[in-house]
């Protein structure tokens, strides 16, 4: 069994990411852990606040784990809200100010394209690796369905007609971006355990 701290707040990731793994793998949340600290997040890129992540949790517990830093970027925003995307409107992550603030922005805009992105930073053995998955699709003019988090009502995925807030948990990782990026991890980390 390969046993990973997940650092994160953030219930519906370890939700998702606990439905994307295979057999043989197991995640300990920080509340689980017992570790009751909210991790900054002060970088301008994803991969930096991934990083960031890992690194506070690796140093305090000493144990492999992992983080992610994810967001949604638009085309007509120039990648806003982006990195920003927890605390889009306001500096209290509020998911449905931020998805009103957003929807408000493109009102009058032709060009709806957005991605999501996720960025895993894994440290095993205290040597780091990257993982990223994207999710491209077009923004909603409405929320629609009150399923998943965050932007999920408005964000719909290339290849579906429905909203991420529309589908179920298993819809969603067929195109999640998240999913994509904990593939990557877990190839890794088999290829890892074989040749160990
Ligand atoms: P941790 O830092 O504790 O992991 P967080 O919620 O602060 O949790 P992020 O800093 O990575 O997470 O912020 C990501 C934000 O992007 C999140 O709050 C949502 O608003 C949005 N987001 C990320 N993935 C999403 C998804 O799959 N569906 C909808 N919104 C998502």
């Known amino acids: 069994m390969t046993e990973l701290i997940f650092a994160t707040n953030n219930e519906n990731k370890v939700r998702e990411i606990r439905q994307a793994l295979p057999e043989g793998f197991s995640i300990i949340s920080l509340k689980e852990a017992g570790i009751l600290k909210d991790i900054p997040e002060p970088h301008p890129t994803l991969e930096a606040n991934a990083t960031e992540k890992s690194t506070v949790i690796y140093r305090l517990t000493g144990k492999n784990c992992f983080s992610e830093d994810s967001g949604l970027e638009t085309e007509a925003l120039d990648g806003a809200p982006g990195v920003r995307s927890a605390r889009f409107a306001d500096n209290e992550p509020e998911y449905a100010s ?42 909603a003019t409405a929320p629609l369905g009150n399923g998943g988090f965050g932007y999920d ?17 298993e819809e969603k990782q067929e195109f999640s971006h998240r999913k994509k990026a904990v593939k990557k991890l877990v190839v890794y980390l088999t290829h890892l355990s074989v040749g160990s």
Request: include cysteine; proline fraction near 3%.
């Open 153 to 169: 009502p408005v964000f719909i995925p290339d290849g579906s007609d429905r909203t991420f807030g529309q589908m179920s948990l």
């Open 98 to 139: 931020n998805t009103e603030k957003l929807l408000a922005l493109l009102q009058d805009k032709e060009n709806r394209r957005a991605r999501f992105k996720t960025v895993i930073s894994l440290i095993i053995n205290n040597e780091e690796q990257l993982f990223e998955g994207i999710c491209e699709g077009t923004i």
